[in-house]
């Protein structure tokens, strides 16, 4: 398998190989397919919420292509299976710039391969926690210019940051370097509207989590709106995954997103 570098830790499962196994794709081992089937098991809506969420993430990028903005920084971005942010993006632009970032070395060694010969799109492997790092990194700078409006994408990434690390000041780390016009995108699991059966089989989802480098948080609405201090939700607001400008019947009652623009006059 040419996909796999020779650092990977096999002896574990990882988040983004498990999120990767659960949209249907194809970069995990046995030992990811095992932790993903446990999870599933115990909270059977874990797919239906992996694909409810990756549609968001699309249509968020379409709204903002459609609305002015060139350049994407995707934080937490995975193993670019199925409805990759530069697919979108130049899809319905040329010239729309894309920078991944990840710490899982398959999901940057995965996008690196398929980006090889887009001199507008590159994948980066980086800690999201540390914004100065990650904005000061020579290939995100070599094509993204900070001093132009951008989008900041953090979905599904912060259940990775416990609340002892800060989640909110590693977003406002990234929004307060960037200028007035850019953007916010960002999803989080909630167990708010979950029934007491869902919330049991969470417990088991949180315990396989557990085994992976990335353990899992789920945060309340609350905690997901302060994600979005100081920045102008676009509407709908911050909604269910489903009701941000659906544009299917997908059903997904739980989690929160919102896209959200950073005020101020523009340059
Ligand atoms: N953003 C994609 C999406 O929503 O379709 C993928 C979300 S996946 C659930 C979360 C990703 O965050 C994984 O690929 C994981 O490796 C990555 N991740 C976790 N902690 C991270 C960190 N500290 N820095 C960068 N990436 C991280």
């Known amino acids: 398998m040419d996909w796999v570098p020779e650092d990977i830790d096999l002896s574990r499962p990882s988040a983004a190989r498990m999120y990767d196994h659960f949209l249907g794709g194809s970069h995990n081992f046995s030992i990811d397919r095992e932790a993903a089937a446990v999870a599933e098991q115990a ?86 926690r540390d914004p100065a790092r990650v904005l000061e990194n020579r290939e995100v700078r070599a094509l993204l210019d900070l001093d132009q409006p951008l989008a900041v994408l953090m979905v599904a990434a912060l259940h990775f940051v416990p609340d002892a690390e800060n989640p909110w000041g590693v977003v406002s780390g990234y929004l307060d370097r960037l200028v007035p016009g850019s953007y916010l995108v960002l999803s989080h699991g909630t167990n708010e509207d979950f029934s007491d059966e869902e919330n049991s089989g969470f417990e088991t989802v949180r315990e396989v989590y557990q ?54 006059p523009i340059g």
């Open 43 to 128: 909270f059977p809506g874990v797919r239906l919420a992996v694909q409810a969420n990756r549609s968001f993430l699309r249509r968020a990028v379409k709204y903002l292509v459609d609305n002015g903005i060139r350049q994407f920084l995707d934080l937490g971005s995975g193993i670019p299976t199925v409805g990759n942010v530069h697919e979108v993006a130049q899809g319905k632009c040329c010239g729309a710039r894309v920078v991944y970032v990840d710490i899982d070395p398959i999901a940057v060694g995965h996008g690196l391969r398929i980006l090889a010969g887009n001199p507008d799109a590159t994948s980066v492997r980086a800690d999201l």
């Open 211 to 264: 085994r992976t480098a990335s353990p899992i948080v789920v945060r309340t609405e609350d905690e997901v709106a302060k994600f979005f201090a100081g920045l102008e939700l676009v509407p709908p607001g911050l909604v269910r995954l489903s009701d941000w400008r659906p544009d299917s019947a997908e059903q997904w009652k739980s989690w929160r997103c919102g896209v959200a623009r950073k005020p101020g």
